[in-house]
């Protein structure tokens, strides 16, 4: 990753360095692609969505939890007066209880990320557009993934206008035209 991030600063620098000493001073910019599209409007809805479908399973998965919570507490509280055997049995009921929340856990979140590819596929072309509409209409020489630059001015980060422009951008905005 930190090579990665070293290999763009240097590209970065390379590029600068080459430009003609003629023309004027190179625009550059940096945006946080994973900033931009969390805080539009679009992913919040999109994410939204996705708590309201899941709601019900991440409810069974709480209570999954407070019945090994309340049995745990019950051997805690009345471990010296319940018998070997009971105890054993309540101990079986926690490992159960905890194997199928683990189990619920695991396959809920394979379910989530299953459909936030579903709902977010396409978001990519969109930003890809933002961008390209901002590089027009501002004449940005470069543009660099913020994670390749170790330090970056508020002057240089243009994450909040990518995220404006995706929300002009946003499908269900433009519907409503």
Not at 19 to 32: G, L
Not at 77 to 104: C, M, P, Y
Not at 154 to 172: G, Q
């Amino acid at each position: 990753m930190l090579f990665q991030r070293t290999i763009l600063t240097v590209l970065a620098v390379l590029i600068a360095m080459a430009a003609p000493a003629v023309s004027a001073e190179m625009k550059v910019a940096v945006v946080d692609v994973q900033t931009a599209i969390l805080n539009s409007e679009e992913a919040k809805r999109l994410l939204g969505q996705i708590q309201a479908e899941f709601a019900d399973d991440e409810e069974e998965i709480r209570d999954i939890q407070s019945e090994a919570a309340a049995i745990l507490e019950r051997l805690q509280k009345d471990g010296d007066v319940i018998s070997d055997s009971e105890t054993r049995r309540l101990q079986a009921d926690i490992e159960d209880l905890n194997n199928q929340f683990v189990f619920e856990r695991q396959q809920l979140q394979r379910r989530i990320e299953q459909r936030q590819a579903e709902l977010f596929g396409g978001i990519d072309v969109r930003v890809q557009r933002a961008i390209e509409e901002l590089v027009l209409s501002e004449d940005y020489d470069l543009i660099l993934p913020r994670q390749a630059a170790l330090y970056v001015g508020d002057l240089y980060n243009i994450t909040r206008k990518v995220t404006e422009k995706l929300n002009e951008l946003d499908p269900e905005r433009t519907a409503g035209r």
